[in-house]
T-cell receptor
Framework: AQSVTQPDIHITVSEGASLELRCNYS??????LFWYVQSPGQGLQLLLK??????LVQGIKGFEAEFKRSQSSFNLRKPSVHWSDAAEYFCAVGVTGKLSFGAGTTVTVRA | NAGVTQTPKFQVLKTGQSMTLQCAQDMNHEYMSWYRQDPGMGLRLIHYSVGAGITDQGEVPNGYNVSRSTTEDFPLRLLSAAPSQTSVYFCASSYDRQAHEAFFGQGTRLTVV
């Protein structure tokens, strides 16, 4: 069965600084990979996805992620965070339509 | 364009009570699913459906029932609520099982006392 690990439970970053969220997955084949963001009291919104092809994928809100097969990783990055990026971020692996989520990383943005 | 609509947004139940969480989507998606979100555990799949009349169990199905009589609706039933079912429940839909890109509802926060 597939699994997803997000090693960082909570990250605090200054506004304007760069952000990187880590995600490692375990799956036998090439997975479908996703990053979702959840603002407080809201549902999940898809930031970006990787199915195949170019290993650097661009998403919404200025986010990007890089798939590294050798490291079984799919890390999310943003060059300069905004206060509105404070949220919880989930990495997920999709297998036959079923999503397996990591435990999430909460991002706090300080002024 | 409503997307995925969940009702109610909040609910308090007493132990042993039953209730149905409603989920409807207007995108003509074949694939629908229910997740529960608990602190430190991410989202876990409860049940899913690949089309009208077809449902299957996910990772944590015990204590929950589902049915899919139409493409649009996928209700989740709690037969006899337990405090362990206190959670935030999310319904999601996607075009089909290969599409994977899931659209989520706003969630239902359930407290069982």
């Amino acid at each position: 069965a597939q699994s997803v690990t997000q090693p960082d439970i909570h990250i605090t970053v200054s506004e304007g600084a760069s952000l990187e969220l880590r995600c490692n997955y375990s799956y036998g084949a090439t997975p479908y990979l996703f990053w979702y963001v959840q603002s407080p009291g809201q549902g999940l919104q898809l930031l970006l996805k990787y199915f195949s092809g170019d290993t650097l994928v661009q998403g919404i809100k200025g986010f990007e992620a890089e798939f590294k097969r050798s490291q079984s990783s799919f890390n999310l990055r943003k060059p300069s965070v905004h206060w509105s990026d404070a949220a919880e971020y989930f990495c997920a692996v999709g297998v036959t339509g079923k999503l397996s989520f990591g435990a999430g990383t909460t991002v706090t943005v300080r002024a | 364009n409503a997307g995925v609509t969940q009702t109610p947004k909040f609910q308090v139940l007493k132990t042993g009570q039953s209730m149905t969480l409603q989920c409807a989507q207007d995108m003509n998606h074949e694939y629908m699913s229910w997740y529960r979100q608990d602190p430190g555990m991410g989202l876990r799949l409860i049940h899913y459906s690949v089309g009208a009349g077809i449902t299957d169990q996910g990772e944590v199905p015990n204590g929950y029932n589902v049915s899919r009589s139409t493409t649009e609706d996928f209700p989740l039933r709690l037969l006899s609520a337990a405090p362990s079912q206190t959670s935030v429940y999310f319904c999601a839909s996607s075009y089909d099982r290969q599409a994977h890109e899931a659209f989520f509802g706003q969630g239902t926060r359930l407290t069982v006392v």
